[in-house]
Every structure is written in structure tokens, then in C-alpha cells.
């Protein structure tokens, strides 16, 4: 393997210097001095700056326009056997969340659902679910499916992680 793919694969095992990379804010002699590969520091920098090129003339550098509505609701309840979360009437199986349905208690006035509607998909579940860790909100459950995103959070938490979602899109 060569040394710039080597150095693309480190990176792409380490997402916060990919984002880093990608948003153009890496210093990249730093950043090769912390990657394991052997090679000289400056031809490891010199191949993160070439993909880091790379990265910024690939698609999907602008945001996407988005057109959704967010709300909030609170009395979550599982539906069936397989444990789907339902909110608003709209299903989340346990394949798309990040916590097991089953962690959240029937109908449970602790806890409060943000949806979208609309234009939702995974890259923007990724985004809001970024924005609430850095928030440092609790994410209970969280899924994607069709035209709805859900996350769940703690009751106290869910005018912020509203404002969040609706900032994401």
C-alpha cells in the first residue's frame, strides 16, 4: 500500500480529522506526527494536504436545502413484539436506532420526541446527533425512516435539542 493510501485509510479511521480535513482546519504536520504510519512526517503531511484537495472537489461540500417540519411530542409507546417505537403515528424499528426501542419506557413522561418531517436522511441524523453529543444531551433513541427522523431525549432537554434540529437542517 502506498503511502498516501495509507495515510487515507488512517484518516478515514478517525472521523473528527476527516471532518477536519474536509472543512480545511487541519494543521497537517501535527496532524501526521499523531497518525501510526511510517514515513517521513512531511511526506505524510504532503499527502494529507492532496487529499484533503481531493476532498473539497468531491460533491456534497454544499448543504443540502431542506424543507421539513420539526415538532416536539411527548407519550412515546412501543408498539409491537419488535419493539418499534412509534411517535406521531410514524414506526422506528430497532435496525435504525441507536438505542433499543426497549430502553424506552411505555409512554413515558421522562422523555420527549423530536421529528422532522419532510426532507430528512441519514447525513442530517448524523449532524443532529453530533449537535446534541456536543450539547451534551442524553440521546435515548434515534431513527430514519422514509420522510421522518426521530431522536428522543429527556423531557428537560427537548426545547434545546428542538432548536438543534431545526438549526441542523
Not at 472537489?57 to 418499534?84: F, L, Y
Not at 436506532?97 to 441524523?125: N, R
Amino acid at each position: 500500500m502506498s503511502l498516501a493510501a495509507e495515510t487515507r485509510e488512517a484518516v478515514r479511521q478517525r472521523p473528527t480529522l476527516y471532518d477536519a480535513l474536509r472543512a480545511g482546519i487541519l494543521n497537517y504536520t501535527a496532524a501526521a506526527d499523531s497518525l501510526d504510519i511510517d514515513g517521513d512526517t512531511e511526506a505524510i503531511a504532503t499527502a494529507l494536504r492532496r487529499f484533503g484537495e481531493s476532498l473539497s472537489t468531491e460533491d456534497g461540500d454544499e448543504k443540502p436545502d431542506r424543507s421539513m417540519t420539526v415538532r416536539m411530542e411527548s407519550g412515546i409507546s412501543r408498539v409491537d413484539t419488535d419493539a418499534q417505537l412509534a411517535v406521531g403515528g410514524v414506526g422506528f424499528g430497532t435496525n435504525a436506532a441507536t438505542a433499543p426501542a426497549s430502553d424506552v419506557a411505555e409512554a413515558s413522561p421522562s422523555l420527549t420526541a423530536i421529528q422532522a418531517t419532510g426532507d430528512v436522511d441519514s447525513d442530517l441524523l448524523a449532524t443532529v446527533l453530533d449537535r446534541l453529543r456536543i450539547a451534551d444531551i442524553e440521546v435515548r433513541a434515534a431513527g430514519v425512516a422514509d420522510d421522518a427522523l426521530v431522536v428522543v431525549v429527556p423531557r428537560r432537554a427537548g426545547a434545546t435539542a428542538l432548536r438543534l434540529v431545526e438549526a441542523a437542517a
